[in-house]
């Protein structure tokens, strides 16, 4: 099976700071890679698939890039309602895998 | 739009079983795969199984694979997972998930059913 790994497990940061996330993944998935936002009590929303295809309606701010094994989530400019945990996951074959997710929270 | 509602959580003694259903509506539930993802308690999403279209083909993650059965009834838009020897490590919430047109990612998702295993 292919794993994921996210780093940082967290991440402290302000309001209009630029952040960026890490996925990694243990072989080539290409670019069958998707992130996702999720908040507490709630199901995850879909932000890019295909490592840096913006989802409708997802916020100019956000982007994705990468290819292979290694991909990068980044936030332009922090806003509030960013707050909460983002993870990755992995599209590719029939299992598909999660990353163990990054919690962005208030500094 | 598109809505996915779960259904069957419980609590239920470690041993025993558990059918979740998630009845989908807004789309043409019959030409998609199905999946479902968990989410223990303070923990990370787990992919745990999913069904073709026609339910001709299954997948499952190696903690669930040989307990859990992934199914569907295109007539009932509904998709089931049958849950057998219940453990305390598969106490979580179960989301079932859409996967978008191009297989993309998951772009809907249930709220979710909180499945407790516990004696």
């Known amino acids: 099976d292919i794993q994921m790994t996210q780093s940082p497990s967290t991440l402290s940061a302000s309001v209009g700071d630029r952040v960026t996330i890490t996925c990694r993944a243990s072989q080539s998935i290409t670019t069958w890679l998707a992130w996702y936002q999720q908040k507490q009590g709630k199901a995850p929303k879909l932000l890019i698939y295909d490592a840096s295809t913006l989802e409708s309606g997802v916020p100019s701010r956000f982007t994705g890039s990468g290819s292979g094994t290694e991909f990068t989530l980044t936030i332009s400019s922090l806003q509030p309602d960013d707050f909460a945990t983002y993870y990755c996951?992995?599209?590719?074959?029939?299992?598909?895998?999660f990353g163990q997710g990054t919690k962005v929270e208030i500094k | 739009q598109v809505q996915l509602v779960e259904s069957g959580g419980g609590v239920a003694q470690p041993g025993r079983s558990l059918r979740l259903s998630c009845a989908a509506s807004?789309?043409?539930?019959?030409?998609?795969?199905m999946h479902w993802v968990r989410q223990a308690p303070g923990k990370g999403l787990e992919w745990v199984a999913v069904i073709s279209y026609d339910g001709a083909n299954k997948y499952y993650a190696d903690s669930v694979r040989g307990r859990f059965t992934i199914s569907r009834d295109n007539s009932k838009n509904t998709v089931y997972l049958q849950m057998n020897s219940l453990r305390p490590e598969d106490t979580a919430v179960y989301y079932c998930a859409k996967p978008t047109a191009k297989v993309s990612g998951f772009d809907n998702w249930g709220q979710g059913t909180l499945i407790t295993v516990s004696s």
């Open positions: 807004g789309f043409t539930f019959s030409i998609y795969g």
């Open positions: 996951q992995q599209y590719i074959g029939y299992l598909w895998t």
